[in-house]
Nanobody, 125 residues
Framework: VQLQASGGGLVQSGGSLRLSCAAS?????????IAWFRQAPGKDHEGVSC????????YFLDSVKGRFTISRDNGKNTVYLQMNSLKPEDTAVYSC??????????????????WGKGTQVTVSS
């Protein structure tokens, strides 16, 4: 399932952005765990957040806990990542993927490599 992330941009430190993740086809995202990742320049991808298919489990990277939230709108077939109190170290390309939440903390994400284009988030100091 190919997903498309959008909503990135340039924001000052302390600002907020809401990223959206939608399916390029008509696949219903409500049936899947959906994960958000980011890749900063010169660094590997890291799992940022994940929401289970029935919304009963969520994962957040320690560095974003208390600042980021994840949610889904099944009517719009979209998963959101609300990012508040942004910091310069949050600067990265953010992408989303269908991935079991327990795999998000795996060092190589179960061999996943279909990252797609992603959306750039730049936080200025």
């Amino acid at each position: 399932v190919q997903l498309q992330a959008s909503g990135g941009g340039l924001v000052q430190s302390g600002g907020s952005l809401r990223l959206s993740c939608a399916a390029s086809s008509g696949v219903g995202l409500e049936y899947y765990d959906i994960a958000w990742f980011r890749q900063a320049p010169g660094k590997d991808h890291e799992g940022v957040s994940c929401i289970s298919n029935n919304d009963d489990r969520m994962y957040f990277l320690d560095s974003v806990k208390g600042r980021f939230t994840i949610s889904r709108d099944n009517g719009k077939n979209t998963v959101y990542l609300q990012m508040n109190s942004l910091k310069p170290e949050d600067t990265a390309v953010y992408s989303c993927a269908v991935m079991p939440c327990h795999v998000v903390t795996d060092p190589n994400f179960g061999g996943y490599d279909n990252w797609g284009k992603g959306t750039q988030v730049t936080v200025s100091s």
